[in-house]
């Protein structure tokens, strides 16, 4: 299983606009769902803030829901007080595609990650911004692991030059000296198969990745670090009670400090959010206690002790389908999370975030979509919300 299965980059790409999040906790006052005549379909996948003054988010829409509409990458760059939308060049001889994550180091350096093509024709993207514009890079097409050709994973920089994206099941992108080489994450002996879906830099030659594998009986957590030559797996000393449990993100500080969250499954649809500590020697298992069916997307960390989780929590049917979803945010202090107060849509409209960057422990930035008809999250502008250490704001991207 892919992070994507909930994430909603798949979603956008076959139009499935029904997404699994859900209804959350008492929130503040009612805002108002995307207003505007666009019949176009805008979501964000990725955001990374380096101050109030300065995120880079990417993301894709689509034209309108109409079936064989085509996707496009969309980028956009928050200045402090709006959303801008920037020009996303693609290879020539190509128009559709999709974002999926973006890493920066600061306002002028920005790595995204994506795919460009449709149909089976996927081929991995990289696009780079330096202060003014965006341009593209074709990255290596995988062909020796099983997945599919696209980067539809997380992208962390380590340093400027230096960045480690995700791409298919088990494949990594490294850039180093401005050149981007795939290589394989080894699984355990004895596996079933698995997969990667986080990472973490906090140097050119200290990453961590975060994922799942299978084993003879049910699934384990899998961790491995990188350190610009190779990987080495990382032990694991406990993991959700649950018939699986997918890792779906990290966020490290130092090499002997990192947080990942992810969703376990102790039946179905029922989830749970779940969230390990690494310690520099080992990871534990830390208690989440947050609303009933929660997934937990994202994560990240300000220090080694203030962190800020996103995702989404999702109400069912009495025949199992999804009711409606509402975005979620944790806050992490003293080995604790608490769940934060994210305003409700309007009319109960659906919502969820898929990212979040937090720059400082009292500044937080988180993308994903909201406001769309029914129990689609889908609409013609992108929700995005912004975290003070106390409270959220929510704004429309489009």
């Known amino acids: 299983m892919r992070k994507t299965t909930f994430g909603w980059l798949a979603m956008m790409t076959t139009l499935v606009v029904a997404f699994c999040s859900a209804a959350g906790p008492a929130a503040a006052a009612p805002v108002a769902t995307a207003a505007g005549t666009s019949t176009r379909l ?18 894709s829409q689509v034209a309108s829901a109409a079936p064989g509409s085509a996707v ?10 709006r959303w801008r939308e920037t020009a996303t060049p693609v290879p020539t001889g190509q128009s559709q595609g999709a974002l999926s994550s973006v890493s920066c180091r600061s306002a002028a350096y920005c790595v995204a990650i994506g795919y460009v093509g449709a149909g089976a024709r996927f081929r991995p993207l990289a696009e780079t911004w330096r202060g003014k514009a965006w341009s593209a890079s074709a990255l290596p097409t995988p062909t020796a692991y099983e997945g599919p050709a696209y980067a539809d994973g997380p992208v962390s920089c380590g340093a400027v030059g230096h960045c480690v994206a995700i791409v298919g099941y088990r494949g990594t992108e490294t850039l180093t000296g401005g050149t981007w080489t795939l290589r394989v994450v080894p699984l355990p002996k004895g596996n079933t198969g698995g997969s990667v879906a986080a990472v973490s830099c906090v140097s050119a030659t200290s990453c961590v990745l975060g994922g799942s ?8 957590l899998l961790f491995e670090s990188w350190n610009g030559k190779g990987f080495t797996q990382l ?18 500080t130092s090499a002997k400090n990192c947080v990942a969250v992810g969703t376990s499954w ?19 298992l830390a208690s989440v206690k ?13 220090s080694a002790t203030r962190c800020v989780a996103a995702g989404s929590t999702t109400v069912y049917a009495a ?27 309007a009319h109960g409209a659906s919502s969820e975030f898929s990212t979040v960057s937090c720059p400082s422990a009292s500044y937080c930035g988180a993308v994903g979509s ?6 689609s999250s889908l609409s013609s502008a992108a929700l995005t919300g912004f975290w003070n250490g106390q409270t959220w704001k929510l704004v429309w991207a489009s």
């Open 370 to 375: 909201g406001g769309g008809a029914g129990d």
């Open 213 to 220: 594998y299978g084993k003879a009986k049910g699934w384990s």
């Open 42 to 59: 805008l979501g964000l996948n990725g955001v990374s803030c380096v101050s109030a003054k300065f995120c880079a988010a990417v993301g």
């Open 290 to 302: 947050g609303p009933q069916n929660t997934r937990l997307q994202s994560v990240s960390c300000a």
């Open 235 to 252: 032990k694991v000393s406990s993991m959700p009670a649950a018939t699986i449990a997918l890792v779906s993100s990290v966020s490290c």
């Open 72 to 81: 496009v990458p969309v980028t956009m760059i928050w200045n402090g007080a």
């Open 319 to 345: 025949n199992g389908t999804v009711e409606s979803s509402h975005a979620l945010a944790l806050a992490y202090a003293a080995r604790t999370w608490t769940v934060t107060s994210v305003p409700a849509l």
């Open 266 to 284: 102790a039946d179905t649809p029922s989830t749970t959010g779940f969230s390990e500590l690494w310690n520099g020697t080992a990871w534990s």
